[in-house]
């Protein structure tokens, strides 16, 4: 059996490889600079020199609130070519299963909580997401299409916020978590005794470990199949505030957090209804608090390590 893993050098794309090395699984893990998928004629070959059984598609554009709001076009239009171009792809290969990974922002700002899969598109999107939250909408609309006009047996996941290593740790373009890794470190390496954050930190938010979504993606190609998109969280939540005390905290960091509010707060709560995954068997293993202290630990090392290749 041949699996192939788009978006393999991203944080979830590693994920997910390095959970099937984990269970002894050959599978091929590659990214946008093995292929690049928003180029139609280089996305049709590479599918057909492969030939995979199986694709787990977590090839994506993705930004926190300041990229997704200051460039929307190329969050909605690259993330689309890579959507038609890839499922275009495998169905010409004949691939018999593709779990194609969204985003829990699909749904509306305002929408009932905790938020299950069928309200979806029953409300107004958060704006300064939409671009990429109606690109994934579009994913999630392919994949049911494919299955009803071709009998594909493909299917959608819908994680909530991730984290983990080999995430996007920019000051500017990150999403909450490495953001605040950031920010508190080079607090502390300057002597800084403020740090800066963005919003009200009243907004709540649920985080999941990325090695939990890997395991649920190989969980869910083993045991679900149906044209309904699936949730896939931890089904708790916390204040963003809650969020950067605990950081703070395991990082050492003893001074001051400033919220500036002229910044977008985003959707005001966002957490998932996880039932049906757990029906199905499934649930996370990794606590929030034991999740930072891994991801704050693999950035350490890895922000040492290229200080120590810099000075060589």
């Avoid at 590479?46 to 995979?52: A, G, V, W, Y």
């Avoid at 190609?221 to 395991?250: C, F, K, Q, W």
Wanted: net charge negative; proline share 4%; charged share 20%.
């Amino acid at each position: 059996m041949s699996i192939l893993v788009l978006g393999g050098t991203g944080m979830v794309g590693s994920a997910v490889s390095r959970e099937l090395k984990y269970k002894s699984v050959e599978h091929l893990a590659v990214g946008s600079r093995t292929v690049d998928l928003t180029d139609r004629n280089a996305t049709f070959e590479f599918l057909s020199e492969q030939k995979p059984e199986i694709v787990i598609d977590a090839a994506a554009l993705t930004g926190g609130i300041h990229a997704n709001n200051s460039k929307p076009v190329d969050f909605l239009s690259r993330n689309l070519q890579i959507q038609t171009n890839l499922f275009d792809a495998c169905h010409a290969v004949n691939v018999q299963r593709l779990l194609f990974l969204g985003s829990s922002c699909i749904y509306p700002r305002d929408c009932k909580q905790p938020i299950q899969e069928e309200f979806l598109m029953s409300g107004i999107l958060e704006g300064t997401n939409s671009a990429y939250a109606i690109a994934k909408i579009a994913g999630i609309e392919a994949i049911r299409s494919y299955r009803k006009q071709f009998s594909r047996k493909w299917i959608s996941v819908m994680p909530t916020n991730l984290y983990g290593p080999h995430d996007n740790f920019d000051n500017k373009s990150s999403h909450v978590i490495p953001g605040m890794i950031n920010k508190f470190h080079r607090a502390i390496t300057s002597n800084q005794n403020t740090v800066e954050l963005w919003g009200t930190g009243t907004t709540r938010r649920e985080f999941m470990h990325v090695d939990d979504l890997a395991r649920a993606v190989l969980f869910l190609l083993d045991n679900y199949d149906n044209d309904m998109h699936l949730n896939v969280g931890t089904g708790n939540d916390v204040p963003i505030s809650e969020l950067a005390r605990i950081i703070a905290s395991i990082m050492g960091f003893k001074g001051s957090i400033v919220w500036n509010n002229e910044y977008p707060d985003g959707t005001p709560r966002k957490l998932l209804d996880v039932s049906r995954i757990s029906e199905l068997g499934w649930k996370p293993m990794i606590t929030l608090e034991d999740g930072l202290r891994e991801v704050i630990a693999w950035y350490l090392n890895s922000h040492d390590s290229d200080n120590q290749n810099k000075e060589a």
